[in-house]
């Protein structure tokens, strides 16, 4: 339920981002909340099972965060087409997801992981140009949920990178 209703805040942020600062600012909150409740049974069940892995994903995300955001916001070259071509290859990764719950794929979860990074990568690098070149700041909320979904998801690929090796 949480998810779903983290989704509803980030439409309706959509659409309140030109009207209301307050509410855009508002309803970031609530998705941020949301998303926190949402995912908090996982983040519990890995601090009881294999808290070493939360640890390693959560390092792992701020250098790989730190690392793209500044490649993207110190570039020059416009990343436009980066972004265009991620978002394709999120929708095919998604579907490849789709595939791997009814087909036993060997190392399919490795290469979900992997191929996510990637993705991420090239989201996050547009996403940080995005931020360096906004001009209008109606649309900070927006840029805010962005950034913290391409950390929120690196972060759950790492998660399940660490996870796995630990299992071994």
Known sequence: MG??????????MRFTVRRSSGA??????????LMGLAMSPTLV???NVNPQALWQ?????????AACGGIGFATRRDL??????????????????VVMIFVNIPGGSLTY???????????????????????????????????F?????VFLFFL????????R
């Open 57 to 65: 994903a959560g390092g792992a995300t701020a250098l790989f965060i």
């Open 113 to 147: 992981s992997i191929i996510g990074l990637v993705i991420f990568a090239g989201l996050t690098m547009s996403d940080f140009q995005r931020l360096r070149r906004l001009t209008d700041i109606d649309s900070a909320p927006l840029m805010a949920a962005s950034i």
């Open 24 to 33: 855009s600012a508002a309803l970031l909150f609530a998705f941020g909340l």
């Open 80 to 97: 436009s087409g980066l972004a265009r071509a991620s978002f394709w290859a999120l929708i095919a990764l998604i579907l490849f997801g």
């Open 45 to 47: 069940y890995y601090a």
């Open 160 to 167: 399940r990178l660490f996870s796995r090796n630990n299992n």
């Open 149 to 153: 979904l391409d950390a929120l998801n």
């Open 3 to 12: 998810f779903i209703a983290a989704f509803v805040c980030l439409i309706a």
